[in-house]
């Protein structure tokens, strides 16, 4: 169980810092380069952008709880 926790924490603290990265910044960001930087004038953000805005929050949680669960077993002794 551990070990499942520590590979779900290492995928997830991956993919959480590939995912900051990648938000539009005020500079631009690493988003531009994949296209994120093409954006209506109409809308405050695009599609794309609240996407990654809700699978990074999704991602956060799962690396929260990854963070709470090894922390408990730690303390615990398992």
């Known amino acids: 169980m551990q070990l499942a926790l520590q590979i779900v ?14 938000h539009r910044g005020r500079g631009g960001g690493l988003s531009t380069l994949f296209g994120g930087g093409v954006q209506s004038s109409l809308s ?17 949680a799962i690396w929260i709880i990854a963070i709470v669960g090894t922390g408990l077993l730690v303390k615990v002794g398992v």
């Open 9 to 22: 924490l290492i995928v997830s603290s991956v993919l959480l810092v590939l995912l900051i990265l990648l």
């Open 44 to 60: 405050g953000s695009s599609v794309v952008e609240k996407n990654l805005d809700r699978f990074t929050l999704f991602v956060g």
